[in-house]
T-cell receptor, first 113, second 114 residues
Framework: DGGITQSPKYLFRKEGQNVTLSCEQN?????MYWYRQDPGQGLRLIYY???????QKGDIAEGYSVSREKKESFPLTVTSAQKNPTAFYLC????????????FGPGTRLTVL | AQTVTQSQPEMSVQEAETVTLSCTYD???????LFWYKQPPSRQMILVIR??????QNATENRFSVNFQKAAKSFSLKISDSQLGDTAMYFC???????????FGKGITLSVRP
């Protein structure tokens, strides 16, 4: 089955540690996205990538980093510089940057203790 | 800048009845798309319906339909014959042109009562 996988579903880290969230897709989509969801805030864009080896900052990129070495993978690193990292993180993909419809993974709940 | 506003934080509807969820938006673009996404308790985001701004005809998908009022910049979602499985958070989203970044509203929590 084609789709987007995110692992793990729940992640716990100590304050001050970097943590990497995984996102893999087998839909052959060019564009991939990372969103953060907080209660009452909707979804806010962290980073997006139009193509391999290219990515752009979204609205709330501070304290986060990404890489896009393979078409299928778009991992997100939450660094110690992110002041409030506890949140639900969603990864999405679309056929291309010019095709608006996005497909989402199941999400990762990150809790920083 | 694009904005999407969902002013109702919560709504409740009796099973089998009809409910309408409101969304307004603002954009200076002429070529854009509007979406409703559903997020059930599992938190998996699911696309419900999509509307291209250049199309005058309102989109429909089974029990889901939209009322797209371009001049008023309004995009409401009507759910007919509500089912318990419709209980979820619903997000309105706006995308445009060659840039498929989506702007999301804050969402509305819909509860369907048995």
């Amino acid at each position: 089955d084609g789709g987007i996988t995110q692992s793990p579903k729940y992640l716990f880290r100590k304050e001050g540690q970097n943590v990497t969230l995984s996102c893999e897709q087998n839909l052959n989509h060019d564009a991939m996205y990372w969103y953060r969801q907080d209660p009452g805030q909707g979804l806010r864009l962290i980073y997006y990538s139009q193509i391999v080896n290219d990515f752009q900052k979204g609205d709330i990129a501070e304290g986060y980093s990404v890489s896009r070495e393979k078409k299928e993978s778009f991992p997100l690193t939450v660094t110690s510089a992110q002041k409030n990292p506890t949140a639900f993180y969603l990864c999405a993909s679309s056929i291309s940057i010019s095709y608006n419809e996005q497909f989402f993974g199941p999400g990762t709940r990150l809790t920083v203790l | 800048a694009q904005t999407v506003t969902q002013s109702q934080p919560e709504m409740s509807v009796q099973e089998a009845e009809t409910v309408t969820l409101s969304c307004t938006y603002d954009t200076s673009e002429n070529n854009y798309y509007l979406f409703w996404y559903k997020q059930p308790p599992s938190r998996q985001m699911i696309l419900v319906i999509r509307q291209e701004a250049y199309k005058q005809q309102n989109a429909t998908e089974n029990r889901f339909s939209v009322n797209f009022q371009k001049a008023a910049k309004s995009f409401s979602l009507k759910i007919s014959d509500s089912q318990l499985g419709d209980t979820a958070m619903y997000f309105c989203a706006l995308g445009y042109g060659a840039n498929s970044k989506l702007t999301f509203g804050k969402g509305i929590t819909l509860s369907v009562r048995p």
